[in-house]
């Protein structure tokens, strides 16, 4: 089993950044991909970034420009740098990782741009 533990969350103006990480623990050997989703209230989740293993990342076209994946394989974790946030962006953010075709998810941080 994999834990994940999502931290940085929390309520910013329009225009801010905001940085979220998210550590796995647990039986930990190879993650194939890492990635950020999120849920706006009467939403469906989607999908936000992702990075694979060899370091390649996919964005939304929502965020593009604004925000950025990055990962540390070393320490189980993985990041994503939020700036010029927009009140369209506030949900819970959740941190996901694919590993032996398993995925496992966090349990979610809220991120709520509001002037």
């Known amino acids: 089993q994999v834990q994940l533990v999502e931290s940085g969350g929390g309520l910013v103006q329009p225009g801010g950044s905001l940085r979220l990480s998210c550590a796995a623990s647990?039986?930990?050997?190879?993650?194939?991909?890492m990635g950020w989703y999120r849920q706006a209230p009467g939403k469906q989740r989607e999908p936000v970034a992702i990075?694979?293993?060899?370091?390649?990342?996919n964005y939304a076209d929502s965020v593009k420009g604004r925000f950025t994946i990055s990962r540390d394989s070393a320490k189980n974790t993985v990041l994503l740098q939020m700036n010029s946030l927009k009140p369209e962006d506030t949900a819970v953010y959740y941190c996901?990782?694919?590993?032996?075709?398993?995925?496992?998810w966090g349990q979610g941080t809220q991120v709520t741009v509001s002037s």
């Open positions: 647990g039986s930990i050997f190879s993650f194939t991909i």
């Open positions: 996901s990782v694919i590993q032996a075709s398993s995925s496992y």
């Open positions: 990075i694979t293993s060899s370091g390649t990342t």
